[in-house]
């Protein structure tokens, strides 16, 4: 038997061994730090080492779900759903932990999505897998990055933004706001109102479907007209 064979054969074995476990963290680690990198160019911060980490780990708990059994208890197939079934549950604490939350605008959603996605594909690797893992981490970055791409243009250069409004004044209807966002043209997608009766003001917080082509100084200087206002800027709607 020549080295290439045993070491084919034993990435391929049902049984654990050190040669196919070490392979399979290997190519888990490759497979998250691919995800990672996708991640990491959009200033996530989940990057390459998060993701590789979160691959691996689901890879050893699966390899241990198989070892134990086989190991101590002598069962050939082992039992892969015991500890591996664990991982699904705990990652949600990892996802959650990459969501962000701040006023209005969700941050992290998609890559907490991706985290749960890469655990399965570490999970996927443990039991050996190969070619199912590569094509799910292939289709993980066709979502990520062509979709992203596709979804840009079919919205026709349109981004959720959120426009902060500070008024001197408390206010208990906004429909002249909405007005004026109709007049522009603007989807209102939902509003938040914040109310500081000590100062007398009204912060609104206003998460709008803009265009490229919108006249923010006019639209400014409309909402400007409407109360007395102490200061409007414009945040971006981070949500991916």
């Not at 208890?73 to 759903?81: S, V």
């Not at 015991?82 to 969501?99: E, K, M, P, S, W």
């Not at 959720?160 to 500070?166: E, G, V």
Request: hydrophobic share 45%; aromatic share 8%.
């Amino acid at each position: 038997m020549t080295i290439f064979q045993y070491i084919y054969d034993s990435i391929n074995a049902i049984e654990i061994n050190t040669v196919g476990s070490i392979f399979k963290l290997v190519l888990s680690m490759l497979l998250g730090a691919v995800v990672g990198y996708e991640r990491k160019r959009k200033g996530q911060p989940a990057g390459v080492r998060t993701f590789s980490l979160i691959a691996m780990g689901a890879t050893l708990a699966m390899l241990l779900s198989i070892y134990v059994p086989q190991e101590y208890m002598g069962l050939k197939n082992g039992d892969p759903g015991r500890i591996a079934a664990q991982v699904i549950t705990g990652i949600g604490f990892l996802g959650a932990g990459a969501i962000i939350q701040m006023k209005g605008s969700v941050r992290g959603l998609t890559t907490a999505a991706g985290i749960w996605m890469v655990s399965i594909i570490g999970m996927a690797v443990g039991v050996g897998m190969y070619g199912l893992s590569v094509i799910a981490c292939a289709l993980i970055l066709f979502i990520l990055v062509q979709l992203e791409r596709i979804e840009h243009r079919v919205s026709r250069g349109s981004e959720s933004r959120i426009i902060r409004i500070k008024t001197a004044d408390i206010l208990h209807d906004i429909s002249d706001y909405k007005e004026v966002l109709r007049r522009h043209k603007i989807h209102l997608q939902n509003f938040y109102v914040e109310y500081d009766f000590d100062s007398v003001e009204t912060r609104l917080n206003l998460i709008c479907l803009l265009r490229e082509t919108t006249d923010y100084i006019e639209l400014f200087s409309q909402f400007e007209k409407l109360h007395p206002t102490k200061s409007i800027s414009l945040a971006n709607q981070l949500s991916f």
